[in-house]
T-cell receptor, first 110, second 109 residues
Framework: DAGITQSPRYKITETGRQVTLMCHQT?????MFWYRQDLGHGLRLIYY???????DKGEVPDGYVVSRSKTENFPLTLESATRSQTSVYFC?????????FGPGTRLTVL | QKEVEQNSGPLSVPEGAIASLNCTYS??????FFWYRQYSGKSPELIMS????GDKEDGRFTAQLNKASQYVSLLIRDSQPSDSATYLC?????????FGSGTRLSIRP
């Protein structure tokens, strides 16, 4: 199906474990983004990518790593998960200057 | 810090009335503005984009932009229960979109 997908949709992990959230888009959009959404903070940008092999930090990058070897994929890795990283994570891609969001991943770190 | 500010609400509007959502922004360099609708437990969905001063209408929705006052608004006419959601205002600047924290809208029967 065309669009933007995220996996897993739900994830429970433990403090200190590595977790990777996947994002895949079929539009071939150059720009892709990772946000987290928490009550009281709205959407906060973690990392973004302008093209394959080009990534840059957003507002809250600490504790996260991204890569983009292919245009269609933009995985987000939590190298050592902490409770403060419990959140809903949204991936988005951009056409022109309009962003379109994936369905989100709800991550719980115990 | 470039910001987009919204009243968090909740804003309660009777069914059939006009809902008015407001947003201010601090970056005068922002040229494009967006309204996203987010239902509880779902992802944000783009409903309106506005790029120039004035009004833009799409069905029951009208977006208004006033760059001199750095003000963006969204009007929803003939409000329906299905319009109950959180509405995020966003501005585009320096290749990034800055989101407001959202206004929760509740349409009461």
């Amino acid at each position: 199906d065309a669009g933007i997908t995220q996996s897993p949709r739900y994830k429970i992990t433990e403090t200190g474990r590595q977790v990777t959230l996947m994002c895949h888009q079929t539009w071939s959009h150059s720009y892709m983004f990772w946000y987290r959404q928490d009550l009281g903070h709205g959407l906060r940008l973690i990392y973004y990518s302008a093209a394959a092999d080009i990534t840059d930090k957003g507002e809250v990058p600490d504790g996260y790593v991204v890569s983009r070897s292919k245009t269609e994929n933009f995985p987000l890795t939590l190298e050592s998960a902490t409770r403060s990283q419990t959140s809903v994570y949204f991936c988005a891609s951009q056409s022109g200057n309009e962003q379109f969001f994936g369905p989100g991943t709800r991550l719980t770190v115990l | 810090q470039k910001e987009v500010e919204q009243n968090s609400g909740p804003l309660s509007v009777p069914e059939g009335a006009i809902a008015s959502l407001n947003c201010t922004y601090s970056d005068r360099g922002s040229q494009s503005f967006f309204w996203y609708r987010q239902y509880s437990g779902k992802s944000p969905e783009l409903i309106m984009s506005i790029y120039s001063n004035g009004d833009k209408e799409d069905g029951r929705f009208t977006a208004q932009l006033n760059k001199a006052s750095q003000y963006v608004s969204l009007l929803i006419r003939d409000s329906q229960p299905s319009d109950s959601a959180t509405y995020l205002c966003a501005g585009y600047s320096a290749s990034k979109i800055i989101f407001g924290s959202g206004t929760r809208l509740s349409i009461r029967p």
